[in-house]
């Protein structure tokens, strides 16, 4: 079996020895940094006392995390369209739908078909499977670099189970996933108990899960799955064709073959994920350890449990975009998810969500990841000139403008938003909008 032979592939043995090598560093360094262990040993076989340890979790190191929320309370009491106007996430909504329209003036011919449509949501699911977790990650405060390389950890499990087992489809999936929540245990535990920074113990992630995963790929591409496995990456008419219940003629048979299995999955584990994280106990514990992780900790909320299950969904939501990467393509090759965790990050700070935590919303990292998945598109459309010529911009220019955009989104809502600056350019402050407030004598 692969990954079974003596010693491992140099390409999968260095990303992994050097995420435990950083685990390992970072671990030991709270006891012989923090609590000065050598300098109280010297002072001990000296004979003198031993030098004071500080205290790094006082009041004045933990601060208030909360930010980006003035212009949400410029918004309390609005209705319809204008309480939309001051949500985080419209913007990104807007922008979604921009370049929607662009496409279609661009090219009407490719764009307002229902074929394209789907197979942009195609494109579009990865991407958003990564973000539906990471959004809880952040909304905690917390950051998670791994999401790449656990998709492709899974995927490689999954493979090699279809590959070289006579396990099925099902077994190898439920492994992949249960990889994949290992993996994000792994960080809940480092980050929540250890006590490391999310920054560090995710970055260690992201070496030996992308290492053990070529290990056992043996740095190869693997193929020849099941079909009933690539089903799941397939279009729904296929997979109820293969259940015997497909429809043959109608819109209905048009909808389902633009449709696919893996496009209704994301959508139903985001709605879910949309309801926990707004509507849920477990979502308002999150988004009050991101604002406030001290001020949720002296409100009786158990602040390492909320961050360890943040970690382990953000684990499982790519253990399934893993399996799904394995099903859509037909195959999985080493590379697979790279620089995904940056377009996932991309995705929920376009959606307005903070990196410092707080806040966050399933409709706006869904709107984050459909404006980087449409700018990819746009990139790679082939403009008709009017002379009859063909134009399209270089593939390298997609991570261009994505940077630009995430820039200019950040700017925007630090700038244009929470200071309110087109309202005092155009008279509409705060105070102008409120109605003076009565002043109350109390007599003695």
């Known amino acids: 079996m692969r990954g079974l032979t003596i010693g491992f592939p140099r390409t999968g043995a260095v990303p992994a020895f050097l995420g435990v090598v950083l685990v390992i560093a970072v671990l030991v360094e709270p006891w012989l940094v923090r609590r000065r262990i050598l300098a109280r040993l010297w002072a001990r076989l000296r004979g003198l006392p031993a030098p004071v340890i500080p205290d790094f979790g006082g009041v004045a ?45 661009a090219r009407p011919d490719f764009w307002e078909g229902l074929d394209n449509s789907f197979s942009i949501l195609l494109a579009f699911s990865e991407i958003a499977l990564l973000a539906v977790g990471l959004t809880f990650v952040m909304a905690n ?54 006590g490391l920074p999310a920054f560090i113990a995710t970055l260690g992630t992201f070496y030996w899960a992308r290492g053990i995963a070529s290990s056992i790929v043996a740095g190869t591409q693997l193929n020849g799955f099941p079909e009933s496995f690539n089903l799941i990456g397939r279009s729904l008419f296929e997979l109820l064709f293969a259940l015997g219940i497909a429809p043959t003629h109608g819109l209905w048979l048009a909808v389902v073959e633009a449709v696919s299995v893996q496009t209704i999955f994301v959508l139903v584990v985001a709605a879910i994920a949309g309801v926990a994280l707004a509507y849920t106990r477990f979502g308002q514990k999150v ?91 746009l990139l790679s459309l082939q403009i008709i000139l009017r002379s009859g010529s063909s134009f399209v911009l270089p593939q390298q220019w997609q991570n261009v403008f994505i940077g630009l955009i995430l820039i200019i989104a950040v700017i925007g809502d630090i700038w244009l938003r929470q200071n309110n600056i087109l309202g005092k350019r155009f008279g509409r402050t705060r105070t102008a909008e409120e109605p003076p407030r009565a002043v109350v004598e109390h007599k003695a």
């Open 61 to 105: 190191i933990s601060g208030a995390q909360t930010r980006g929320t003035t212009a949400q309370a410029r918004g309390l009491g609005k209705r319809g369209i204008a309480a939309f106007f001051y949500r985080r996430d419209a913007a990104a909504v807007i922008l979604v739908v921009g370049l929607w329209l662009f496409g279609l003036w």
């Open 141 to 194: 405060g917390d950051i998670d670099l791994s999401v790449g390389s656990v998709l492709a950890l899974s995927g490689a499990t999954a493979a090699v189970i279809m590959e070289d087992t006579s396990l099925g489809p099902l077994a190898a999936s439920i492994i992949a996933i249960g990889v994949g929540v290992f993996a994000g245990a792994i960080n809940g535990w480092l980050t929540a108990y250890v």
């Open 287 to 377: 988004l009050a350890v991101g604002g406030n992780e001290r001020a949720a900790s002296f409100a009786g909320v158990n602040t390492r449990r909320v961050r360890f299950t943040a970690l382990l969904i953000s684990g499982t939501c790519a253990a399934f975009a893993g399996v799904i990467y394995d099903a859509f393509y037909r195959s999985f090759i080493p590379t697979a998810g790279q620089l995904r965790e940056l377009d996932a990050i991309s995705s929920i700070i376009i959606g307005g969500g903070s990196i410092f935590g707080g806040y966050g919303t399933m409709i706006g990292s869904l709107a984050g990841a459909g404006v980087i998945t449409l700018i990819r598109q």
